[in-house]
């Protein structure tokens, strides 16, 4: 099967991430399995009660004790939603050098390159093992692969997380963390504002000290990045019922996105020293900081032969991504982890998104030659 025929059965499974990804992770067994690898899938049901399921199929090792192996190509089987005005979106379309279709950019053009890679090795051969993981929900927080770094059923030390950056490797990304924030005051009519405390001021107050917080981390800087600081972001807030009461709460967001070598609750550190400060001034100042989600960052060394060995072939320099993936995850399970792919992320999610079929053809070569390095 040729790798374009592997990518039109793959956009055409429906993998948007709210429904369940059985079917795409069964066609993906079926060709792992007949390629002569090892299949174990960790299943479990999402919020909505949907089954969902990372795959694990390994060449070279088994199950047995928790194997360690020598490269993995990590591919996520979600996708985001698409518009139902796109007829085409499940059917791979060809037009100028280009492959249409709901996932064929994100990601699944990198899943289909990972099948026909395996197929240009003679996979007895291999010293080293070799896995191919697929996982669920990356789309909405890289959930699946978060829970197989929890899990841990297997240590990798190489990763190529599969996500469109026009083959060039990606060594570093920054972390994406986000926290509600609830202000407490006090109703009174606000004529008499003395009877009460605004929830509103108070708020006003640490968003002031937050604002500043921001300036501060400009200070530290990773040069890979643009802008090359951790970024601090407000993007939602309300709070107070009536424009003549006195607010008894006002809740805002807050967003920010760390540099490497920066922990995730770097910034929380610092929001919840000005919290100290203001509950000097302010006996009654209630504040609930609710960390919903801390995704790190992720830096792998120059050095790292994932990553001079991905230099060489692409013949790109490594740089840095801006948008979250599973790399933390991987790194989480002990590998140097590359993101690299075929495709433009700034097509991605978007109607119309495709893959150029020259990417695709490359990608099945240096992930082939990927393998050969690594595992034989
Ligand atoms: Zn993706």
């Known amino acids: 099967m040729t790798v374009e025929e592997t990518l039109t059965r793959l956009v055409a499974i429906d993998s948007v991430s ?15 399995e007949s390629a002569g690898l090892k299949v174990k899938s960790f299943s479990h049901q999402d919020e909505s009660g949907s089954e969902k399921i990372n795959l694990v199929a390994l060449a070279g090792a088994d199950f047995s004790d928790p194997p360690q192996i020598e490269l993995a190509l990590v591919g996520h089987t979600d996708t985001v939603p698409y518009d139902p005005a796109w007829t085409d979106a499940l059917s791979l379309t060809e037009r100028e050098g280009k492959l249409f279709g709901r996932g064929a ?34 789309e909405i927080g890289c959930l699946g692969a978060k829970r197989l770094a929890e899990a841990k059923p297997f ?7 599969g996500e469109p950056t026009s083959l060039q490797p990606m060594r570093a990304g920054k972390g994406y963390c986000l926290a509600e924030i609830r202000l407490r005051g006090r109703e009174a009519h606000s004529a008499y504002p003395q009877l009460g405390a605004s929830g509103i001021f108070r708020a006003a107050r640490l968003i002031e000290r937050i604002e500043r917080i921001a300036e501060r981390l400009k200070d530290d800087r990773r040069e890979a990045f643009d802008p090359p600081y951790t970024t601090v972001n407000i993007g939602l807030i309300s709070g107070g019922t009536a424009k003549n009461i006195v607010a008894a709460e006002c809740r805002f967001t807050l967003e920010w996105r760390s540099i490497p070598g920066q922990k995730a609750d770097h910034v929380l550190n610092l929001v919840n020293e000005a919290v100290v400060d203001l509950l000097k001034q302010d006996s009654d100042f209630v504040c609930e900081i609710d960390a919903a989600r801390a995704d790190e960052s992720f830096e792998t060394s120059a050095g790292s032969p994932l990553v001079k ?10 740089g840095a991504v801006a948008f979250g993936t599973e790399a933390p995850s991987m790194i989480a399970l002990g590998a140097e982890a590359v993101v690299f792919g075929p495709g433009d992320i700034r097509v991605a999610h978007r109607t119309g998104e495709f893959v150029p079929v020259d990417q695709l053809h490359r990608s099945v070569i240096i992930l082939g030659q990927a393998i050969e390095q690594f595992c034989l």
């Open 155 to 161: 240590r990798a030390r190489h990763a190529i997380v």
């Open 105 to 138: 950019c994100d990601t699944k053009a990198f899943i289909a390159a990972t099948l026909a890679a395996i197929e240009t090795v003679d996979l007895e051969k291999l010293k080293h093992p070799l896995a191919l993981i697929f996982t669920a929900d990356e």
């Open 18 to 32: 709210s429904r369940s990804n059985s079917e795409i992770i069964s066609y993906l067994t079926a060709r792992c």
């Open 309 to 318: 060995f991905l230099e060489a072939a692409s013949g790109e320099a490594s």
